[in-house]
């Protein structure tokens, strides 16, 4: 602004910034038609589905169109938020199950995984905020480690085709 101010740049010298010159590389290219396979007509399940990335997932597995998006999470109402915006826009398409559950608790994972049979789980439950999981390490392994190889080994057992592990900077 200073520079357009002082005239040492004029305003047809600005250009509108494209988001892909903010990546710092080439944009990726998804293979829609393979990620179509992979998730038209299916049972997916999504830990963590009221979380920031959880909800995201959701959010962009929806044109895909699933045949059931099971919503699991243990914030009562963060799954049901998440919930009530996917049934308002897609319910015609899909079928959607609130699940509140807690992933450190195997048997309950267990039962879940073994009564809707997913073929997609993607797994976003997590504690995620690095200096408070500094100072509570315990609860960090408990969720972080136990909790996710609960789901792992509960898609293990039951089959599940494609096991995705969410993973932030975090």
Do not use: W
Not at 96 to 105: L, S
Request: charged share 25%; net charge negative; with cysteine.
């Amino acid at each position: 602004i200073e520079d357009v101010m002082t005239g040492k740049v004029s305003v047809s010298e600005m250009q509108n910034v494209d988001i892909n010159d903010l990546l710092g590389r080439e944009e990726v290219q998804l293979d829609m038609l393979a990620i179509s396979k992979k998730l038209t007509d299916k049972v997916i399940l999504v830990t963590g589905a009221g979380g920031s990335i959880g909800s995201e997932i959701c959010r962009q597995v929806m044109p895909f169109q699933p045949r059931k998006l099971l919503l699991l999470g243990h914030g009562e109402n963060s799954i049901y938020n998440i919930s009530m915006e996917l049934q308002e826009k897609y319910s015609k398409l899909t079928e959607f199950y609130p699940i509140i559950a807690d992933i450190q608790d195997r048997e309950r994972i267990f039962d879940i995984v073994k009564q809707y049979r997913p073929e997609v789980i993607y797994h976003a439950a997590a504690h995620k905020h690095v200096p408070l999981m500094e100072f509570n390490p315990r609860e960090a392994v408990k969720n972080n480690v136990f909790g996710t190889k609960n789901v792992a080994e509960s898609a293990d057992t039951f089959g599940v085709k494609n096991f995705v592990m969410v993973s932030t900077d975090k």
